[in-house]
Structures are given as C-alpha cells and as structure tokens.
C-alpha cells in the first residue's frame, strides 16, 4: 500500500503562490504516476497535473505556464508550485498516486488540503 499526506495549502490573495507538497510513504518503489486534483464546490474533482516515473509531466489547459509539478523521488515527494493564483484555482487540492501490486494497478488519496484564493 501507499500512503500519502499532503502539506501546505492555505489562503492566498489572487496573484500569489502556494506550494503543495505530498509525501509518500509505504511501498513507493511501486509507484508510477504522482499528481494533484482538486475539487471546488459543486463540481467534479479534475486532474491538476500529474507526473510519472520518467518524469513526464501534464497540465490541465487553465493551470499551464502557472503551476509546475516535480517529483523528488530521494525524499517521496510531489511538490505542484502553484504561482498567479486566481480565485477559480479556489478548491481542495487532493494528492494521487498510482502505483503496480500483483499486476494491479491501484489508486492512492491524501485527505486533502484547502486552497483559498481570496482578498
């Protein structure tokens, strides 16, 4: 299994940045993909950006050129900067992880962190 706990969420003023880190923890070497979503009220969670084992990242259409995604396999952690943040980047941002057991792939969720982009 993989376990993951997610940090820094917070209020922020549109224009300013977070940072959202998600340590992984238990069997990581099986781990394929990493990536955040979110889920704003009233609306279906949607995929943020992802990042797989060989690095390759992907950006939902309104996050590109704002938020990057990295990967730090030497701590177990997925880090999404998140830079000119605007009030509809507003949600719970929730960490993922797919990981491979028994030929299985399976899916991982942290509880959850809150991102509000207010003045």
């Known amino acids: 299994q993989v376990q993951l706990v997610e940090s820094g969420g917070g209020l922020v003023q549109p224009g300013g940045s977070l940072r959202l880190s998600c340590a992984a923890s238990g069997n990581i070497f099986s781990i394929a993909v990493m990536g955040w979503y979110r889920q704003a009220p009233g609306k279906q969670r949607e995929l943020v950006a992802k990042?797989?084992?060989?690095?390759?990242?992907n950006y939902e259409d309104s996050v590109k050129g704002r938020f990057t995604i990295s990967r730090d396999d030497g701590q177990n952690t997925v880090v999404l900067q998140m830079n000119s943040l605007k009030p509809e980047d507003q949600a719970v941002y929730y960490c993922?992880?797919?990981?491979?057991?028994?030929?299985?792939?399976?899916?991982?969720w942290g509880q959850g962190t809150q991102v509000t982009v207010s003045s």
């Open positions: 993922y992880a797919a990981y491979v057991t028994s030929g299985t792939v399976i899916g991982s």
């Open positions: 990042i797989t084992s060989g690095a390759t990242t």
